[in-house]
């Protein structure tokens, strides 16, 4: 409408083509990736990966670009130097929180109503890997955020055989439990919110029938040290990250799969609040990284990717009011990001040719060796 | 129903204004697809207490709409009767819930993955509108004052960085009588231009005395307006707890609940010549998430609100430190005035929110000669954009608001 937002829009353009190439200004050279044949003939057997959604919903110019990154400094200075660093990564699907990962999950956009509890209509792949390879239940397992994700280990059955999908924890439901009639129950409402986007119809977990046996069956953990460390915890993603840990301790799944969705809370509106969970999700990537990197069953074999479902609107769309929501569908709130680190990847390389959310489903099967036949992306070639 | 099946008794519910207008209009309407049809009628329905320039630009809008010749007209609306309805939400009484229409047409836009194909039918509408409807360059420049940092004594911050590239950063402002400094100004401008919601006071806070109604100034603020939003919380979360023990609630049930709400409803009583701005509060609480919860939020949300419908010449908008972060289930339910507050957060809320105000009346008609200022409220600091200061500079010269306001046209 006018010439001073136009040359913004423009600066933003400008932004994501050369975001990276200031990140990696930062910290020396990165290279654009080639692709070796010879790389991707490395043995697979053994491989373990681990997904990280950077959820929910981070803009360029909160991480990547010069201005955000000062919010970021584990992902530039850390895990960056040892990255292919994806610079394009698109979401053409629904920008809704669970039906955006279910798609990330399934390689496939699903289409179903975001805030529906219902399971993926296509194979996700937890499903793959586990008939592809034969592998147990608990060598795969989805930590996830809220109450709406806990379809997400299993599609609905409708495109293939039902048994093979992972457990999904969500560590909210198992605190809920453990928690019981606590008398400080009300201390820990912080940990237990499900919904920033909807806080009004999805309010705090009440009683739910989540078995405590989950806890010392699944986690070894006692109601006591559960609630003990939750205690120590300012956010309920530190609580999944926790329960990750122990899960990594319990099981060493080969295929392990975290939402993070603190920073969602932009919703609220309040920048300084968004601004915390992003680096709150920095710093617990960083974590994330190095509990791999300390744990022998993963040390050395492992592969991390992390990837946010999607961005959030553009400051410069008049339909949307910029952070806080992701309504528009504008170019920004679909242009988002993907790292990945581990022993076969190339370090410090970039990859920008566009790239498109559902690619990763295929780039898992082709990493660790199954197949992924119902998954409607491309392999990332760059990464395996 | 089908849009050719528009009745003047189909709009028999609506309040008066807007039945005329709907009646007057009726020809375009049967002729508008139905993915469009109840976006319009979003807007007609509440015509009776839109402001001012609303009702103007909807009047021109449909003026034009029934000038266009056929093929034009069809032409203009070819996107929008290419996106694939299910004929289900065709029996929605979308004439009389246009709201709930829009909501789950929005729905069912990204279920079919028909969102992006809407987006630039929406966008070409608009871009076409706005063509040829240019609105008129006000009489006098708009001028949008935003006050930040309220009860932040001290700040390493480097504050304002999203603006300082489209205006001049004052170092050594003159902070004494600051705030009484910048309601002159905008009283002066009210007495000097009056009309109708022409001039606004946003306060995150409790406002300042001396600047409102007898001044010719729309006023409304988080200090007034916190009652009615715990209202509306309690009365939605009864709403939610009531149908989820019949059937579950979902967002969408939500949000039809919250906008069928009313001013009386909320408590919002007063003055009947302003019965506009008690609706547009209701929308501000109803349709701004987090607007009821923290001061900041309203504040920008408001405010944005208010350059976008109201179309203001002046606008003065100061953040207040909001309530501390907690747990949603306790934000929702306890009264946001008596908790301890974080300043420091609010800081940053407002700085965004200041930048997010210079966009917002960018996008108004005049934008090459609108003025702006930002000031960190007591401070020495301020950024001011307009067309008599240079983009992207430093004034490390000692001077006060007044001078800087009058520096800036």
Redesign the interface.
Known sequence: ?????RQ?AQQTAWTRRDFLRSAAGAIGYAATSHVSPLHAAVRQQGRKTVVVTFGGGARDVETFAP?GQENIPHLIQELIPQATFCTQVVN?????HYVATASLATGV?E??????LVAPNHPTVFEYYRKGLGRPPNDVWVIAPSNGFNRIGQSSGANFARGYGAPVILPKHLLNAALGEHPNR?AF??L??DS??????T??LGHTDVPLSRLTDVLHLSVEDFTRHAQTLSSADELSVYVMRQLMRQFAPSLLWITLHDMD?A???????Y?EGIQRTDRLCGEIWRMIQNDPEYHGRTTMFILPDFGRDS??D??G?????HR???ALSRTTWMMALGPHIRQNTTVNRPLDSVDLVPTLGALMGFQTPGAKGRTIVEVI | MRPQDLRAKSFAKYPPQARAFAVANLAVLRQVPLSLLPILLREMIDYDWRFPVEQRVLTRQFQYLASLPQPSFANLMAPFAAVRLPAAIGKMDWVNQPQRFSEQLS?LL????Q??AY?AA?LTYQKTL?QVLVEPVPAISRLSIVVIGQGVPHSDRVLF??LRP?GTIFTKVQPEDGMATLIGVVNDRAREHPAPYAHWYIDGGEPEPGCGLPQGVTLTSYHALAPAALKE?NL??RF?QQSSARSG???E??QSFMAGLGPSDLGLHGDPSQTALRHFEVNVLTE????Q??S??FV??TA?EAL?RAQPLTLFARFAP?QR????????KRDPLTQKT?P??????A???A??TW?NQ??LSG??RSCFLAWYEGHDIAVAIGPGLAKGTVSDSPANLRKIVAWMS
């Open positions: 409408m006018i010439e001073n937002l913004i201005s053409h699907g629904i920008l809704g956009y289409t179903f109503d975001n805030f529906a009300g409402n912080f237990l919110q920033y986007e909807d806080p009004m119809s309010p705090v809370v919703h609220a509106g309040a920048y300084s609040l601004i400051d410069m008049a339909s009011n910029g952070f806080q929501h528009t569908g504008d | 729905g990204w279920s079919m993955q969102m992006d987006r929406a706005e960085r999203k489209h919380l939605t979360s939610v609630v979902g967002p049930a939500v701004g998430a987090g607007a919860v923290f900041t939020t920008q949300w944005r976008r909001r972060m907690a747990p949603m289930e306790e934000l929702l974080d420091e957060g609010s800081l940053i809320d700085d965004m929110g930048y997010y966009i960018q996008r934008a090459d």
